[in-house]
Structures are given as structure tokens and as C-alpha cells.
């Protein structure tokens, strides 16, 4: 299989083969892309008419690349008189830097052509090919190709232009040189890619400086990102190494919304390069402690965006958080309904918890008054447009049968939720997690409400409802031949009784009767669930298990590091330990870049966590799993003005120590170690006292 090469910078990403050349691909999302749109399908470099063999290639940053290139085929550089270095950024722009190198002693005459070309795919049209509604045309004009797509008001431009003197044509660009012996020719070919409409130019226009920027520019942002985050010391060199992956892959994952001027984290490359309601959620309660700078502008969208009234295509409704907003050509024509798209039913619950965690760790009262209208709107949505047959639990079926999302929930696969024989329920569904997600948000909106909103019988009344909802669920979701909760209820009220990985969002979100929770914690550290490299999507013995399907049997590190903030929650400390301790075993094979999902094969027949084929990387929550995994093994929740350690490490982790972790408390420091045979020490939590800045 060839190796696909990427560089990004937000919600811009190029993707190449090991050559550095993109050739035309109605169905692999090869190419320049932003704002779900391929802006070039063709970039392809010859010099004298031959293809080039790649040498080497160096990943040097997430937004930098260098190709080391020779022409012909290997057997045909022993001695080779030339080479070729293109040296790749992206910085809102695409910047190649083409390098030639005449190693003979006599002088030579090259034709280098790179052949241009877009075909304005939208990435959705890239998962389901589809022709074109309007053609693309090229125009030369001023030293530059102009690579155009109109359709009624929806206009894309893609403009190349060289340092270089060129011959260019419709289709690309070719340079007539001649290199002295021991000398080098040089060109630097820069990408713009333009986002035109009424209000999109003004906006572009208005931020122009921060689409553009320079790779010294880029390579300083990236510093000043890093250095505002704690600083890790330890003991584990895959936990150090693992820990910087997650934050430059975070860094590079930040992109300014068209919608709105706010910086976001786009969810994953290829697919989800956009903002999604429920990963941003989850993305910024992992990685609170590390980045809380992304959650205001995380908020604030989704505020903006929040559902007002009923719409049957889009799935949106009253109080509903969006679950998707796309800028492409088929969102623009509602050929899809991502403009916003609201097909998801836990980001509305999930918006309230992150803004009571963020006010925890933060004490920004503000924010929380200035969102009290959201948070309230989502809270009622849980229990009207969200209780779709009137039990008191959320149930989702979508509105838009022909284009909409069938699960709703974040298993959202065709085939996620089902009997533990395999059957798949009718809708709509209530899958657990749900539940624990409201039971949650109302927890947490009565105590917003009683100290912030200054509503003291509406947070009694949410504080009722919400009990009674965990003694309901306790009640219905158990499982009791085989005593754990159900993945969901049917139509009926019937229980789909398949073992997954949900029951551990359930402890998570505190719903779970300490009672049973023993019994919880038995079961996701069981071989049934738990592979050696984390716990699996859905159980070893249920019908539909596939340890390499989306998710009926692969190990996501983000559901991984929120059971293990579960585990933690309920006191299981070394249960939690130890999914931690897998998850970061799992991500030194991955160069510690933990991947969207890998396979659930277990571990005694694997020397290496098995790749999915198709996962993202980077992806956003996959990135944040190992900031809320040290945030476990430390044991930090905020308490009052002051920070609690109560640190449980791995095994042979060693020492582990976190500097500068920010908060309400200003910057304090956490440090825990592994334990030995001989510590039978019981140590309570120590509250940190906060250093002067």
C-alpha cells in the first residue's frame, strides 16, 4: 500500500503520496483541501518528462514536509547526476519551495513541468463520487494559473503563482533551466486558496493575516502554544514523547471558523476537518487542564449555532446543540444537511457539562452568566424534544430518514447498537450513556443555577429530577442475568442487552449506584471487554463483535480515557491505572500520536496494537485522550480555590511531575510516583496551594 504523506494547519491539509505528487482521485482524499473543498486534485512534478523515486522523506513538522527525489526508477540512480528536494509548508497558504541539484561536472538543460489541476470536489462527493453541477475552468492572467469553480453564488478559486519564470498553460506550469555543474535552480510555487461569497470575502478578507503566515511565524506560534501548556516531567520517555505529540497535534488542529471569528479544533484528518459538537466537547474537557483557552471560542460557537426551531432536514430543534457544520458545496446546496447539521443527541447535554467543568476549574463566573439562556435552553430540550416517547430519557430518531444520521449517539455506525444476538433495535433508541449524560447535566445546572444564576428552586428542581432519573435507570438499564447495564432500551422499554463499553461513560457521569459499580468495574477490566491495549467497543462474546469494525470491537483511546475517568470517580484507582498504563503502551507503536481507533485483537496474540485502516490521525479526541489520561493517573479535581493530587500511577511508570498547571487556583504543580511491593500507604489527597506567578 502506498504511504500518504500529510501536512496541515487547521482545517487545511494537504495529502500526497511518498513522490510528493497528488494525482487525481474520485474517492481517497488526496489533495490540497480547506474548508471541505480539494482545491488541487493534481500536483504532479517531472523533469524531462520522467516521474521521480523518492529517496526519503522527513515529517519535520505537522505543517512543514521535505521530499528528496531523484528522476527514474531505482535501478536507474546508482550514480544519479541529480536530485530534487521540494521542501512543502502550509500556513493558510501553500507554500513548495522546488529545488534542483546538478551533482555532474558539466552543465544541464531540464524541462521541469508540475501539471495543476482542481476538481473543487466536495469532500463529501470524495466519500460518494458524483459529478460535477458546474464546470471548472483555468485563466492565465498576470503570471499566475487561476483555477476556478462558480456555481450560482458558491465560487472557489484555487491561484498558483512562481518565483520563477514559466511557460503556464490550462494545465500547469513548465520551467526551462539550465543548472552550472555543482549548482542548483530554484523556484518557489506558492497556493492560494480563496473562499468566495457575500459574507465569506468580507471575513477572508479581515483575516488575512492569520490565514498567511510565514514558516518562522508558524514555528513560533507552535512555541508559544507548548510553553503555555504544564510542563511534564517523568520518568517514562514514551509518556514525555507521547505528551508533546498530543499537544503539537492539538496545535495543528486549530482552525478560524467561517461562521464565526473564533479558533476551534477541527475533529480529524481526512474526514472531520470542521467542528463537531459532541468531539469538541469532549475534546476540551480531556485536555481542560492542559488548553482551557480553547473552551470559550468552543462555547461560544456552539452557542451561536444552537437550535431555535424545528427543522425536519437538518434535525434541528429547540435548545439542540449542532452536531456538525460544514462548508461545502453539497452543505451549501442543502444536498446534505450540514449547514448546521443537528443529528446528534448527546452534544446538548454535553455543552452544560463542559460549561460547569470549565467554571470548576477556572472560577470564570462570567461565562456561565453570559450562557445562562444556552445552558438553560439545553437543559429543557433534554426533557421535551430529547424525550421523544415521554419515559424521562433521552431518545433519538432522526427527523431526515433519507440524508440523516440513523444513530445519534457517538457509536454512530449503522450497525453500533444492537441485542447481544446481534439483532438491531427499531427507533427510536436510548442508548445508556445518554442517560448518565443527563443525569450529569442536571447535576451540574442545579449547582450553576443555585451559585451563578441565582435560581435556587430551579436547581432544587433539576436536583430532583435528576435523582429520579438515576433511580429509574438504576432501575430499568440493569441487566440482571448478567448483571451490568443494558447498551440501550428499545421502542417497547425492552432492553438491548449487548455488553459494551458504554458502562463506562455511565461512571463517568455518576448515574451508576455505588452498589453495582464493583461489579462495572470487573467487567471493563474482564477479557471480555478489555484487550491488554484498552477496553473494546463492544464485548468479545455479542454476535455482531468484529475486533476490526468501526465500533463493535475496536479500541478508541478516547472512550478509553473516559472510562478511565469513570474508574477514577467511583475509587477504582488501580483499575484506572491500568487502562492508562495500556492506552500509552498503545501509543508508543504509534510514534505517540494515538490514532482515531485501532484494532481489538488481544494483546497475548499481538507484539503491537493492529492498525483500523481507516481511522483518523490526527484526530482531535484521540490527541486530548493522553492529557485527560495523566490528569487520572495524578488524581487532580478542582476542590474550591484549590487544586486536589491524589495521584495513582502504573507500574514501573516511576515519577511522574506536572508544572504550572493552570487554574483558578493561578499555577500550581502535581506530582505522583509509581508504587512499589513494599508502599501499603493509604496517603489522603493533598491539597495544592497555589505558587506565585
Not at 49 to 60: K, T, Y
Not at 124 to 145: D, H, M, T, Y
Request: glycine share 6%; proline share 6%; aromatic share 12%.
Amino acid at each position: 500500500m502506498r504511504r500518504s504523506i500529510s501536512i496541515l494547519d487547521g482545517n487545511t491539509f494537504l495529502a500526497c503520496d511518498e513522490q510528493g505528487d497528488v494525482d487525481p482521485s474520485p474517492s481517497v482524499p488526496t489533495g490540497l483541501f480547506s474548508y471541505d473543498t480539494r482545491f488541487l486534485s493534481t500536483w504532479r512534478l517531472r523533469v524531462n518528462g520522467e516521474r521521480l523515486h523518492a529517496l526519503s522523506v522527513d515529517d519535520v513538522r505537522y505543517f512543514e514536509s521535505r521530499f528528496f527525489l531523484v528522476p527514474g526508477e531505482p535501478t536507474h540512480y546508482i550514480d544519479a547526476k541529480i536530485s530534487v528536494i521540494r521542501n512543502r509548508t502550509i500556513g493558510g497558504s501553500f507554500t513548495e519551495d522546488l529545488a534542483v541539484l546538478n551533482h555532474g561536472d558539466h552543465e544541464v538543460e531540464l524541462s521541469v513541468r508540475v501539471d495543476m489541476g482542481s476538481d473543487f470536489a466536495d469532500i463529501f462527493e470524495i466519500k460518494n463520487p458524483q459529478r460535477k453541477k458546474a464546470p471548472v475552468s483555468a485563466i492565465v492572467e498576470e503570471g499566475q494559473l487561476r483555477l476556478r469553480y462558480l456555481r450560482d453564488r458558491f465560487h472557489r478559486e484555487t491561484v498558483i503563482s512562481s518565483s520563477a519564470a514559466a511557460v503556464i498553460d490550462s494545465d500547469g506550469m513548465t520551467f526551462q533551466v539550465r543548472i552550472p555543474p555543482q549548482a542548483e535552480w530554484q523556484t518557489q510555487l506558492h497556493v492560494r486558496t480563496l473562499v468566495l461569497g457575500a459574507q465569506e470575502r468580507d471575513f477572508r478578507e479581515s483575516l488575512k493575516l492569520r490565514y498567511v503566515r510565514s514558516r518562522d511565524e508558524l514555528d513560533e506560534e507552535l512555541r508559544r502554544w507548548v510553553a503555555a501548556a504544564p510542563r511534564l516531567s517523568c520518568d517514562s520517555p514514551p509518556i514525555a514523547s507521547t505528551y508533546r505529540r498530543s499537544l503539537v497535534d492539538l496545535a495543528a488542529l486549530r482552525y478560524t471558523s467561517i461562521s464565526v471569528a473564533a479558533e476551534l479544533i477541527a475533529a480529524g484528518l481526512p474526514w472531520f476537518m470542521t467542528v463537531f459538537g459532541r468531539d469538541s466537547i469532549f475534546t476540551c474537557l480531556q485536555a481542560l487542564p492542559f488548553t482551557p483557552q480553547l473552551v470559550p471560542a468552543t462555547l461560544g460557537t456552539l452557542a451561536y449555532g444552537q437550535g431555535t426551531r424545528i427543522n425536519d432536514f437538518s434535525d434541528e430543534e429547540p435548545g439542540k446543540i449542532l452536531h456538525e457544520l460544514r462548508y461545502g458545496e453539497s452543505a451549501g446546496f442543502e444536498e446534505q444537511p450540514h449547514s448546521p447539521y443537528y443529528g446528534s443527541a448527546d452534544s446538548t447535554p454535553l455543552f452544560v457539562i463542559l460549561l460547569d467543568e470549565y467554571e470548576r476549574w477556572t472560577g470564570d463566573a462570567t461565562l456561565v452568566r453570559a450562557y445562562e439562556f444556552e445552558a438553560r435552553a439545553a437543559l429543557r430540550w433534554i426533557d421535551t424534544y430529547g424525550d421523544l416517547l415521554d419515559t424521562g430519557y433521552i431518545w433519538y430518531q432522526t427527523r431526515n430518514p433519507k440524508t440523516g444520521l440513523p444513530n445519534q449517539c457517538w457509536k454512530d455506525s449503522w450497525d453500533s447498537v444492537s441485542y447481544r444476538d446481534g439483532r438491531l433495535p427499531d427507533f427510536p433508541r436510548a442508548t445508556c450513556e445518554l442517560q448518565g449524560y443527563a443525569y450529569d447535566a442536571k447535576v451540574r445546572g442545579a449547582r450553576l443555577a443555585r451559585l451563578y444564576w441565582n435560581d435556587p428552586a430551579y436547581a432544587d428542581r433539576l436536583e430532583r429530577e435528576a435523582a429520579d432519573l438515576k433511580t429509574r435507570f438504576n432501575q430499568e438499564f440493569w441487566v440482571a442475568d448478567g448483571e451490568y447495564y443494558a447498551f440501550a432500551l428499545d421502542t417497547d422499554g425492552g432492553q438491548v442487552d449487548a455488553l459494551s463499553s458504554n458502562i463506562g461513560h455511565l461512571l463517568w457521569s455518576g448515574i451508576v449506584d455505588e452498589s453495582r459499580a464493583g461489579r462495572i468495574a470487573e467487567l471493563l477490566l474482564s477479557p471480555r471487554l478489555f484487550s491488554g491495549w484498552g477496553v473494546r467497543t463492544l464485548a468479545t462474546d455479542c454476535a455482531r463483535y468484529n475486533p476490526l469494525g468501526y465500533h463493535v470491537g475496536t479500541v478508541w483511546p478516547f472512550d478509553n480515557s473516559i472510562i478511565a475517568w469513570g474508574l477514577w470517580r467511583y475509587g477504582f484507582r488501580r483499575e484506572a491505572a491500568t487502562i492508562c498504563q495500556a492506552i500509552f503502551d498503545a501509543a508508543e507503536y504509534f510514534q505517540g500520536r494515538l490514532p482515531e481507533a485501532f484494532a481489538g485483537y488481544p494483546r497475548a496474540r499481538t507484539t503491537y496494537p493492529v492498525e483500523y485502516p481507516t481511522a483518523c490521525s490526527p484526530q482531535a479526541w484521540s490527541a486530548a485522550a493522553p492529557l485527560l489520561l495523566l490528569r487520572v493517573m495524578l488524581g487532580l479535581e478542582p476542590q474550591g480555590e484549590h487544586l486536589i493530587v491524589d495521584p495513582e500511577l502504573p507500574t514501573d511508570v516511576g515519577r511522574v511531575e506536572l508544572l504550572n498547571i493552570p487554574g483558578r487556583w493561578g499555577r500550581t504543580d502535581a506530582l505522583g510516583r509509581s508504587r512499589t511491593p513494599d508502599d501499603d500507604l493509604d496517603l489522603p489527597p493533598i491539597p495544592m496551594r497555589p505558587r506565585a506567578l
